[in-house]
């Protein structure tokens, strides 16, 4: 098993491009996730995705669209970059998105936007 | 309010013991967690306890919890230089979905 994988690894962007952030977990979960890690902060959620068609904002959702494409994948889409969406970004999915569930990360993606 | 907080720094001796601490704001958490997450990877769940529990212990690691302060920690027996790493308290809310309020992390520098 992969578990979670994300790509792009690193992506550099210019103001005002887009670009689409794929995540894709082979754990069979239900629930996914996408935060943003800032330096000298905590992740904060983005958006998440209860169960297959259904999604939902969370903590800073400004800027950011996602698309919980099928049960395994789960992107998440800036349609116009921002120097304040430099960051890492990272994928989450866990089982049932219940209190008593404990989440698996991917590796991150670090964008910079210039 | 939700607000998790951690002290941003900590060195040790390797073969000592560690002590990662963490506050917490909200006392609806039903679940506190501890993070690790490595240069360049994404993060690793350690361990979690339940929020009637005051004490769990995991090989090296035990988690004590202090609920009426609100008070979080993580102590890693015999640290070794694996150990270092940045390790996250989190904290799940009661009610709805598995929200996680993270603290800015720890950073574990380990040292011969």
């Known amino acids: 098993n992969a578990g979670v994988t994300q790509t792009p690894k690193f992506q550099v962007l210019k103001t005002g491009q887009s670009m689409t952030l794929q995540c894709a977990q082979d754990?069979?979960?239900?629930?996914m996730y996408w935060y943003r890690q800032d330096p000298g902060m905590g992740l904060r959620l983005i958006y998440y995705?209860?169960?297959?068609?259904?999604?939902d904002k969370g903590e800073v959702p400004n800027g950011y669209n996602v698309s919980r494409l099928n049960k395994r994948e789960f992107s998440l889409r800036l349609e116009s970059a921002a120097p304040s969406q430099t960051s890492v970004y990272f994928c989450?999915?866990?089982?049932?998105?219940?209190?008593?569930?404990?989440?698996?990360f991917g590796p991150g993606t670090r964008l910079t936007v210039l | 309010g939700e607000d998790v907080e951690q002290s941003l720094f900590l060195s040790v001796r390797e073969g000592d013991s560690s002590v990662i601490n963490c506050t917490y704001t909200d006392s609806s958490s039903t679940y506190l967690y501890w993070y690790k997450q490595e240069p360049g990877a994404g993060l690793q769940l350690l361990t979690y306890i339940f929020s009637n529990m005051d004490m769990k212990q995991d090989q090296r690691l035990t988690v004590l919890l202090n609920k009426k302060d609100k008070h979080l920690s993580l102590r890693i027996a015999d640290t070794q230089t694996g150990d270092s790493a940045i390790y996250f308290c989190a904290e799940n809310l009661a009610g709805g979905y598995n929200k996680l309020i993270f603290g800015a992390g720890t950073r574990l520098a380990v040292h011969p």
């Open positions: 989450a999915s866990s089982e049932i998105g219940g209190i008593t569930d404990t989440q698996y």
């Open positions: 995705s209860a169960s297959e068609g259904t999604t």
């Open positions: 754990m069979n979960h239900n629930s």
